[in-house]
């Protein structure tokens, strides 16, 4: 990451150069994806071109499934009148200014710490199941405890559910 766009488009020609896109981990795609979003045009000449643009498309795609993986969930959510709100990169594809692009393996949620628990309920009561392998049971029983639950649902779902915003020893 460069503020200089010359020296981050420089630097991302060097790393696309040397690397195989069929390789790349998630987590390269997306960084990938976000250069793309900023440099792209700059950017229009690489052989590589065409495939960065498939990747934003693909990418961008399954955010959009996600999304509508969760919706549901969201819904319900409103109707036990538990709060939530939408952080990391789901905060930032709800804004429309800065949806351009962007794309995320998991959707992260915060709720009330005192509330982790009924929305927990609700989750495990739509079908959600918890990717640790535990229960949904055990999870419920133990949610005053918990920080956080990553939860999954049939292809796409894929949520974080968290009763703080901050790791511990950050704030409350």
């Known amino acids: 990451m460069h503020v200089d766009p010359v020296a981050a488009e420089r630097e991302l020609r060097a790393w696309i150069g040397t690397h195989d896109l069929n390789d790349c981990t998630f987590s390269e795609q997306r960084l990938i994806l976000a250069a793309w979003n ?18 934003q498309r ?9 999304m509508r993986e969760c919706q ?5 959510l409103a109707v036990a009148d538990v709060p939530m709100m939408l952080i990391k990169g789901a905060a930032r594809a709800a804004d429309p200014v800065g949806r351009g692009g962007r794309s995320f393996h998991d959707l992260d ?15 495990v009561e739509l079908g959600w199941e ?4 535990s229960s949904a049971m055990r999870m419920l029983t133990q949610a005053a405890r918990l920080r ?3 939860l999954h649902k049939d292809r796409y779902g894929d949520i974080d559910l968290h009763g703080c915003i901050f790791r511990p020893g950050q704030g409350s």
């Open 130 to 133: 918890p990717s640790s392998g």
């Open 148 to 150: 956080s639950v990553n």
């Open 38 to 55: 900023r440099l792209g045009p700059g950017l229009r000449d690489l052989p590589d071109a065409p495939r960065l643009a498939g990747l």
């Open 58 to 66: 693909m990418l961008w795609t399954r955010t959009m499934l996600l």
């Open 109 to 123: 949620i915060v709720v009330p710490r005192n509330r982790l628990g009924d929305a927990l309920g609700v989750f």
């Open 72 to 76: 549901p969930a969201f819904a319900a």
